[in-house]
């Protein structure tokens, strides 16, 4: 007997599916994730680090992670296995190093909040709740949290998603600074600071520094052509000055979402955010850089100065300015930012993004988390239970009393299953390759759709090969089934572009492994 090689197909997508979706049980890798670090803390942690050992102790859970620290005295420093590298912190006061850990979760196939559970977010702004609502709805998109719901609730703003490690990240405040520094030479008396199409004079005594006839000290701040500047510090033949250009305001829009890469040479993680600046920005830039002295260096020319970029305070770059900005209006550029961990880096990356399309986050406080309990996991398991158990019992029913088939009609309702299984192994992978889709009741009703679909047209596809019965429409050439098949995959499509695309995603994939493999392997069997 020939084997159908659409049955040798499917064999190889249930062994797939089977290793994506049981594979992460078997070999899962231990260890929690830093979700806090106490100010007082003197640790070489942060935020988002996964710790796998203690003191020489695996840990699997947050339970192991605290029981490993109970018997370490104050000022002692404990080793740590952190992100498969070295780590470690030391004791502040006995069993306690003011680090916060959550467990990590394996690439096993994450459920909806609904059905899996998760976390409740009590947060309480200082300001236009509607607001945040809105910022946290849209960083959470760019952060690519799973799944997550934020509602208001009095002044208070309720944010449940799977995991508490998904919140502290968005409450950031993304605050982008760019700024450019330039030092003005003052050996010989008096310098001169070039704004724009004026010169200022800039003096030296002490440390008080005379610039256009106005006395300032380290650390202040003045403006000059509408540009604010700050004097970052003072040696004995120069001032370094600091001109902001433009923050957050000031970004139009993201171009893309720009580049990641890993930089040998210098061995830094760097990352590149492409953006549209506003034309007084542009300007800001002009005034600077118009008639900043310029050096020579390897055949290309540079301003004498630097171009910096701040993420939260914390500058992420320091580069060299092309004097080809300072001969026109810029109003496209990138931040850039440079890491030695690549973790640092790709959180940065996203919060330059965040920052530059929501804003500055204003500051919002966590009252607490409460874990939340799943409504409805009880009555998901249940109805997807009784749902294929009834598509499995009609289909059995039909073929046994219509078509005296009923080996053919278990078979048919084994492959069924069998597409359910295969999707659900597809879901794993898409899982742990992007980690953006979870089983929620989305999906749920996404296998139920096909599932229903799949039953109907077989049963049609065994009318029209055993009873020769086609049950054409509109007195045209297109069978029942025909038809179904456009309205259905019409229904997936549409669904993939609207608020419910991964139940539409979900069918799709049910439908197209039906049409593909099941349908053609009963056909032949009828």
Same mark, same amino acid.
């Given at each position: 007997?020939?084997?159908?090689?659409?049955?040798?197909?499917?064999?190889?997508?249930?062994?797939?599916?089977?290793?994506?979706?049981?594979?992460?049980?078997?070999?899962?890798?231990?260890?929690?994730?830093?979700?806090?670090?106490?100010?007082?803390?003197?640790?070489?942690?942060?935020?988002?680090?996964?710790?796998?050992?203690?003191?020489?102790? @695996?840990? @699997?859970?947050?339970?192991?992670?605290?029981?490993?620290?109970?018997?370490?005295?104050?000022?002692?420093?404990?080793?740590?296995?952190?992100? $498969?590298?070295?780590?470690?912190? $030391?004791?502040?006061?006995? =069993?306690?190093?003011?680090?916060?850990?959550?467990?990590?979760?394996?690439?096993?196939?994450?459920?909806?909040?609904?059905?899996? =559970?998760?976390?409740?977010?009590?947060?309480?702004?200082?300001?236009?709740?509607?607001?945040?609502?809105?910022?946290?709805?849209?960083?959470?998109?760019?952060?690519?949290?799973?799944?997550?719901?934020?509602?208001?609730?009095?002044?208070?703003?309720?944010?449940?998603?799977?995991?508490?490690?998904?919140?502290?990240?968005?409450?950031?405040?993304?605050?982008?600074?760019?700024?450019?520094?330039?030092?003005?030479?003052?050996?010989?008396?008096?310098?001169?600071?070039?704004?724009?199409?004026?010169?200022?004079?800039?003096?030296?005594?002490?440390?008080?520094?005379?610039?256009?006839?106005?006395?300032?000290?380290?650390?202040?701040?003045?403006?000059?052509?509408?540009?604010? +500047?700050?004097?970052?510090?003072?040696?004995?033949?120069?001032?370094?000055?600091?001109?902001?250009?433009?923050?957050?305001?000031?970004?139009?829009?993201?171009?893309?979402?720009?580049?990641? @890469?890993?930089?040998?040479?210098?061995?830094?993680?760097?990352?590149? %955010?492409?953006?549209?600046?506003?034309?007084?920005?542009?300007?800001?830039?002009?005034?600077?850089? !118009?008639?900043?002295?310029?050096?020579?260096?390897?055949?290309?020319?540079?301003?004498?100065?630097?171009?910096?970029?701040?993420?939260?305070?914390?500058? %992420?770059?320091?580069?060299?300015?092309?004097?080809?900005?300072?001969?026109?209006?810029?109003?496209?550029?990138?931040?850039?930012? +440079?890491?030695?961990?690549?973790?640092?880096?790709?959180?940065?990356?996203?919060?330059?993004?965040?920052?530059?399309?929501?804003?500055?986050?204003?500051?919002?406080?966590?009252?607490?988390?409460?874990?939340?309990?799943?409504?409805?996991?009880? +009555?998901?398991?249940?109805?997807?239970?009784?749902?294929?158990?009834?598509?499995?019992?009609?289909?059995?029913?039909?073929?046994?009393?219509?078509?005296?088939?009923?080996?053919?009609?278990?078979?048919?309702?084994?492959?069924?299953?069998?597409?359910?299984?295969?999707?659900?192994?597809?879901?794993?992978?898409?899982? @742990?390759?992007?980690?953006?889709?979870?089983?929620?009741?989305?999906?749920?009703?996404?296998?139920?759709?096909?599932?229903?679909?799949?039953?109907?047209?077989?049963?049609?596809?065994?009318?029209?090969?055993?009873?020769?019965?086609?049950?054409?429409?509109?007195?045209? !050439?297109?069978?029942?089934?025909?038809?179904?098949?456009?309205?259905?995959?019409?229904?997936?499509?549409?669904?993939?572009?609207?608020?419910?695309? +991964?139940?539409?995603?979900?069918?799709?994939?049910?439908?197209?492994? $039906?049409?593909?493999?099941?349908?053609?392997?009963?056909?032949?069997?009828?």
């Amino acid at each position: 007997m020939k084997v159908d090689a659409r049955l040798f197909i499917l064999v190889l997508l249930l062994l797939a599916s089977t290793y994506f979706i049981a594979s992460p049980y078997i070999s899962r890798s231990g260890g929690v994730f830093v979700s806090a670090i106490a100010e007082e803390g003197r640790c070489t942690l942060k935020v988002g680090d996964v710790i796998s050992s203690v003191g020489g102790h @695996q840990v @699997q859970t947050k339970e192991d992670f605290y029981m490993s620290l109970k018997d370490f005295k104050k000022g002692e420093y404990v080793a740590m296995v952190v992100n $498969n590298g070295p780590g470690g912190c $030391n004791v502040l006061e006995d =069993g306690y190093i003011g680090v916060n850990v959550s467990d990590a979760h394996a690439k096993r196939l994450m459920f909806g909040i609904d059905i899996q =559970g998760g976390v409740t977010a009590v947060l309480s702004p200082t300001e236009n709740p509607e607001r945040i609502v809105k910022i946290l709805e849209r960083r959470a998109a760019i952060f690519g949290i799973p799944e997550f719901r934020v509602s208001l609730n009095d002044s208070n703003i309720i944010f449940t998603t799977l995991s508490e490690t998904y919140v502290r990240p968005l409450l950031e405040p993304c605050k982008i600074e760019t700024t450019i520094i330039e030092a003005v030479d003052t050996s010989v008396g008096t310098g001169y600071l070039p704004v724009g199409e004026g010169v200022y004079p800039v003096e030296l005594e002490n440390e008080t520094i005379t610039v256009s006839n106005k006395s300032y000290k380290i650390n202040e701040s003045f403006n000059l052509d509408g540009i604010e +500047f700050k004097i970052r510090n003072v040696t004995n033949s120069s001032v370094v000055f600091e001109a902001k250009v433009f923050d957050n305001k000031d970004v139009l829009r993201v171009l893309s979402t720009g580049t990641f @890469q890993y930089d040998a040479v210098r061995k830094v993680y760097e990352f590149t %955010v492409p953006v549209e600046i506003s034309s007084d920005a542009s300007e800001k830039f002009y005034k600077v850089l !118009k008639n900043a002295p310029t050096f020579a260096i390897a055949g290309r020319t540079y301003v004498e100065g630097f171009l910096v970029y701040y993420l939260d305070g914390k500058a %992420v770059s320091q580069l060299n300015i092309p004097s080809d900005l300072a001969s026109q209006n810029v109003s496209q550029l990138s931040i850039v930012g +440079f890491s030695e961990s690549m973790s640092e880096a790709t959180t940065n990356k996203v919060k330059v993004i965040a920052g530059s399309e929501t804003g500055i986050l204003p500051n919002v406080e966590i009252l607490g988390f409460e874990k939340y309990e799943p409504e409805l996991k009880d +009555f998901s398991v249940f109805l997807v239970a009784i749902f294929l158990a009834t598509c499995m019992f009609v289909l059995s029913l039909i073929f046994g009393v219509r078509y005296r088939k009923i080996i053919v009609g278990l078979f048919v309702a084994v492959l069924l299953l069998a597409n359910v299984f295969v999707v659900l192994g597809a879901v794993a992978f898409v899982q @742990q390759v992007f980690g953006a889709w979870v089983i929620g009741m989305q999906t749920i009703l996404g296998i139920l759709f096909f599932t229903l679909a799949g039953t109907v047209q077989i049963t049609l596809n065994a009318e029209a090969t055993l009873r020769k019965k086609y049950f054409m429409l509109f007195g045209g !050439k297109a069978s029942a089934n025909s038809l179904l098949d456009i309205l259905v995959f019409s229904v997936c499509f549409l669904l993939i572009f609207t608020s419910f695309r +991964f139940a539409g995603l979900t069918a799709l994939i049910g439908l197209l492994i $039906n049409y593909a493999l099941i349908r053609p392997i009963c056909t032949k069997m009828f």
